[in-house]
């Protein structure tokens, strides 16, 4: 039975997300299953009959994290459904803190009652897309591939469908999402890869711009070229996720990540050779279990080479059923003193990145609320901008970098009446 019909009768639900855009998504569709089958979907967890926590087990923070909160909302007597990561991964361990019979969501299922019920019932500004689930990869610490498991991707007239709605409904940004969106088609045998999808979504009608998600080095490598080719389009925001995780070869090979350093930097060279204005953003694990003093501090130099405008550190902990669990952990004061390490050369060099655009004048898009007010949008490039100004979603204006912190600009928008028709007619796209 599905799970969205294992309720007896309709139920006010209110759901909670930890994790990646990809469980974003999920959420989304939950949300669209749950109201295609009668639930009503409620804000406040005090208005609720019913909970589903959309769980995330990357790291071992993130899931103390979520068993903390699965005991919370037990304390408060709700009912609760553990969708995610941690529901197709660790089921025992849910069963044992949840005391019993307890209604389990894996992603697969999640997306097969979405896919059944062929309503993408998902309005708004921002819309996230997946394209596969699952991935390629065989990393020796990754709990995600029990979660997901190999690659599957999606059809490619199901995705431009999902998108063409998408941006029928009033979507202004199309995150297209998967575990590595480079992988895309990878498993298929009508050679559409993720630059030919690139370019059929581009090539739909409609005022819309595609945020591309994580793509990891060792599968962008054989469609680079082709990749750098799609990218071209002007509704394609230019940025790029790409995790190199370490600097030493010795620890990807460890890792099993199936590249090397010189790999990941000849893609951010290409990347940048192309797209001079563009955001590069990666990932480091540091204190990985075989990992030296003096191969933490490769990544240390690789940081500072490469410049990312965006890094994302992880203190490595070991995940149950991975090969790197068998592995002798380091001390945790070494691997925090890596991580500080590392982020404070990081911060450095992102305040450099950013007081850099002062004074400049960028496209925005408008997409979200600010949770003080105004409003957040995007440049070109994927930036963060915040401008402190009521502005109308969904639209774009040209905004003056006025100030700069190290992970967003500040900024002030050419409209004194943004809110008014003239500000529509006047607003240029990004």
């Known amino acids: 039975m599905p799970f969205e019909n294992c309720f007896p009768g309709p139920q006010k639900i209110h759901l909670e997300t930890f994790g990646c855009t990809a469980n974003i998504g999920d959420t989304l569709k939950l949300q669209a299953v749950l109201r295609n089958a009668g639930h009503t979907i409620v804000e406040g967890v005090q208005d609720a009959e019913v909970v589903i926590l959309n769980t995330c087990t990357v790291t071992r923070r993130t899931e103390l994290n979520v068993l903390k909160r699965l005991r919370t909302l037990q304390a408060m007597g709700k009912a609760v459904v553990v969708a995610g990561c941690m529901a197709a991964a660790q089921r025992d361990l849910l069963t044992d803190v949840l005391g019993g019979e307890v209604l ?175 955001t590069i953003s990666t990932d480091f694990i540091v204190g990985y279990p075989t990992e030296t003093e003096a191969q933490f501090l490769s990544s240390v130099r690789l940081l500072e080479a490469v410049h990312p405008e965006k890094v994302n550190i992880t203190k490595f902990s070991p995940r149950p059923g991975t090969e790197a669990e068998t592995l002798k952990d380091l001390l945790e004061r070494d691997k925090k003193r890596r991580s500080r390490i590392l982020t404070a050369h990081d911060h450095d060099l992102s305040c450099e990145r950013t007081t850099a655009v002062e004074g400049t004048t960028v496209p925005v898009l408008i997409t979200e609320q600010g949770k003080k007010g105004g409003v957040i949008g995007r440049d070109p490039a994927y930036r963060m901008v915040v401008v402190h100004e009521e502005l109308p979603l969904g639209s774009s204006c040209e905004v003056t970098i006025t100030s700069a912190t190290s992970t967003y600009l500040i900024g002030r928008s050419s409209y004194q009446d943004c809110s008014s028709e003239g500000f529509r007619a006047c607003a240029t796209n990004v």
């Open 104 to 278: 389990l969501v894996t992603p697969t299922e999640i997306q097969k009652s979405w896919h059944e019920t062929r309503d993408s019932d998902l309005d708004g500004v921002i819309s996230v897309i997946p394209i596969a689930l699952g991935c390629l990869g065989t990393c020796a610490y990754c709990i995600v591939k029990q979660a997901r498991g190999e690659l599957r991707s999606y059809r490619p007239a199901w995705i431009i469908e999902a998108v063409s709605s998408a941006v029928a409904r009033g979507a202004k940004e199309i995150r297209i999402t998967a575990q590595d969106c480079s992988a895309y088609g990878f498993d298929a045998a009508d050679g559409v890869r993720l630059p030919q999808l690139l370019e059929r979504l581009t090539a739909l009608e409609g005022d819309f711009h595609i945020r591309v998600g994580m793509m990891n080095p060792a599968t962008v490598l054989p469609i680079l070229d082709q990749l750098l080719d799609a990218f071209e389009s002007e509704k394609i925001f230019k940025f790029f996720h790409v995790p190199v995780q370490s600097g030493s070869d010795e620890v990807l090979r460890a890792m099993r990540r199936n590249y090397r350093v010189a790999d990941f930097v000849t893609i951010v060279t290409s990347l940048r050779d192309r797209f001079s204005d563009c």
